[in-house]
């Protein structure tokens, strides 16, 4: 089966600093990688996600870049602020056929004022 | 937020004594998923639906027993509580062929004294 790895565990910058998350996967056959949000007593929430076929994705102060030779992705937050300090996770999709998610184990990110 | 109930939001039991907890969704998506977050473990998956009365087994699934008679309805059951059972259980859905994004429930905090 699949297996995510993700880096950072913990994450601490400072307010407008910028934020970089990297998650490797195993799966060469995996084709879509989601990013959650969550913050503290909620439930995951979609941020920003990219398929196979796309190197790079932007939403504003977010972007996801995928680099599928070397199986890993990675989250940037660019001009931080207090509040998007929460836990990012990554997860991964193998292809046709499975609708199955596994996730990294998250990253806790602090933005500090 | 997608329309996705989960119910109790929290609960406290026994061990032994078994426990069921409830997704209800309004979105009419045809996936359903159930996973437990714990600790340094991040999300894994115990069991999924992919239509009325079809379900299979996640990574973690043994202790747990799943039903869903309804398009909208996922129940998730502890036949027996234990305490390695303690979790934050979310459930999630999803609509393959449209979106592989999954979207999540607020969870419900299950504690087994």
């Known amino acids: 089966g699949e297996n995510v790895e993700q880096h950072p565990s913990t994450l601490s910058v400072q307010e407008g600093d910028s934020a970089v998350i990297k998650c490797t996967y195993s799966?060469?056959?995996?084709?879509?990688f989601p990013w959650y949000k969550q913050e503290l007593g909620k439930g995951p929430q979609l941020i920003i996600d990219?398929?196979?076929?796309?190197g790079e994705k932007k939403d504003q102060r977010i972007a996801v870049t995928l680099n599928k030779t070397a199986k890993h992705f990675s989250l940037h937050i660019t001009e931080t602020q207090p509040e998007d300090s929460a836990v990012y996770f990554c997860?991964?999709?193998?292809?046709?056929?499975?609708?199955?998610?596994?996730f990294g184990k998250g990253t806790k990110l602090s933005v500090i004022p | 937020d997608a329309g996705i109930t989960q119910s109790p939001r929290h609960k406290v039991t026994e061990t032994g004594t078994p426990v069921t907890l409830r997704c209800h969704q309004t979105?009419?998506?045809?996936?359903m998923y159930w996973y437990r977050q714990d600790p340094g473990h991040g999300l894994r998956l115990i069991h999924y639906s992919y239509g009325v009365k079809d379900t299979d087994k996640g990574e973690v699934s043994d202790g747990y027993s799943v039903s869903r008679s309804k398009t909208e309805d996922f129940l998730l059951t502890l036949e027996s509580a234990t305490s390695s059972q303690t979790s934050v259980y979310f459930c999630?859905?999803?609509?393959?062929?449209?979106?592989?994004?999954?979207?999540f429930g607020p969870g419900t905090r299950l504690t087994v004294l």
């Open positions: 979105e009419n998506h045809r996936y």
């Open positions: 999630a859905i999803s609509e393959p062929g449209i979106t592989d994004t999954q979207y």
């Open positions: 997860a991964a999709k193998l292809g046709a056929g499975s609708y199955q998610l596994t």
């Open positions: 799966d060469s056959a995996s084709n879509y």
């Open positions: 990219i398929r196979s076929n796309v």
